[in-house]
C-alpha cells in the first residue's frame, strides 16, 4: 500500500471478529487485487512450525541483527525453518517475516489462525469507488485494507497482545472524510490520529 495514509476504524480483543470487520470493509472496494500480503513476528517455536506448515516459502529472518563475535560481521540466517530441530529454532527466535504474499490455495482464515502472540499483518490492496460529490477519489497505489493483529500501530512495530486493529488506507494525502464513511459503513470509527502506511 506504499506511502498512504492509514486510519484505524475499529479495534478489538477478538481477531476473529476483526478479521470480519476487515473482510466487511474489502467488500466495500470498487476493485480488490488479487494479492494478499502478509508478515509475522514468531515468538516461539511453536508459532515458527505453525507458519512454516503454512508459508514454508517464506523468507524467514531473525528479528535482531547478530554479529560475529570475533569478526564483527553480520551473521545471516541460514537455518530451514521446515527442517531444523526445536532446539535450533529456540536459539534463533524471534524470527519474521514480511511482505510476503499469500500463496494461491492458503485462505486468510488460516493465516490469521496460525499468529502466534506476536504482530503480524494481513493487506489487501485495491481502489475505493470514487465520489467526486464529496471530494473523494480513488487511489489505487494506496488504498487498501489492513488487519494488524496484536498491535496497535499500522506498520505492527509494537507488540500489543491480544489487541487488533483495522485500518483503511488511502491516498498519501490523506482523506479523513472517507475514512469516517468507511469506518461507520462497519459499525466502527476513527480511532486517533492517521499514520503513515507501510
Known sequence: MGNSVAYP?????DPVE?????????????????RVRVGAELSTVADVRRMAALLPDAVYDRTEVREDPV???IL?????????????????????????????????????????????SVGWEGRWPDEPELGSYASPKYDGVQLVLNSD????????????TVYVHVTSLGDPGRAERLAAAIGGSVLGEPERGC
Do not use: I, M, N
Not at 541460514?78 to 485462505?107: H, I, K
Open 153 to 164: 500501530e499500522c506498520e505492527w512495530s509494537r507488540q500489543v497482545s491480544g489487541v487488533h
Open 71 to 73: 569478526t564483527g560481521e
Open 9 to 13: 476504524v475499529h479495534r478489538t480483543t
Open 18 to 34: 476483526a478479521y470480519a470487520r476487515a473482510r466487511l470493509l474489502c467488500g466495500l472496494l470498487e476493485r480488490r487485487y488479487e
Open 76 to 120: 545471516p540466517f541460514e537455518a530451514d525453518v521446515r527442517t531444523a530441530t526445536d532446539a535450533e529454532l529456540a536459539a534463533e527466535v524471534p524470527l519474521d517475516f514480511s511482505c510476503t504474499e499469500l500463496p494461491a490455495g492458503v485462505a486468510e482464515e488460516e493465516f490469521v489462525r496460525a499468529v502466534g502472540a506476536g504482530p503480524a
